[in-house]
């Protein structure tokens, strides 16, 4: 085999596969197509999928995750816009549910009071932990002893008379 019809297999083939795998990737992410009688109630229902979180996939809305439970949300959240259920009702439903989990955010209850305080409570005693020996130390330094002229002048003629070390000594070695 010469290397040009090797170089031409090689590339064909990679094209083809490239080609599968593009036509199967675009075939799973369908839009799904919800109509409703008014532009109210669409975007109702654009709001309340928005606030809902995919329980299979957790880090999305139902609106951006393509789970088969996403889809049966999105379909059940239609249908009970549809029966003319207010957004309170319909968060309350898949809240009592699912839990409050599939609340992007939830209400306050005793519950949830720990994710709704726990930040706060955490930055204060981060706060705290940090002042306390800051301030420690400044109070520390405040009292340590300040020197007295009389100090000072003893501190200097030490200082006068000792040997200045500086300077080369006589001494030959």
Sequence with gaps: MTPFFQLFRTTTMMLLASACILAWTSSHGVIEAVEFEDPVTEQRYQDLIAELRCLVCQNQNLADSDAALAK??????AEMLRQGMSDQEILGYMSERYGDFVLYRPQFTAVTA??????FVLLAFSVWAI????RRRQAEDK??????????KKIKD???GSPDLNTPSDSKE
């Design 143 to 152: 009292n340590s002893e300040v020197l007295d002229e009389d100090q000072r």
């Design 114 to 119: 720990l994710l709704w305080v726990g930040p």
């Design 72 to 77: 049966d949300l999105r379909r059940k959240t």
């Design 158 to 160: 030490l200082l006068e």
């Design 131 to 134: 002042l306390v020996p800051v």
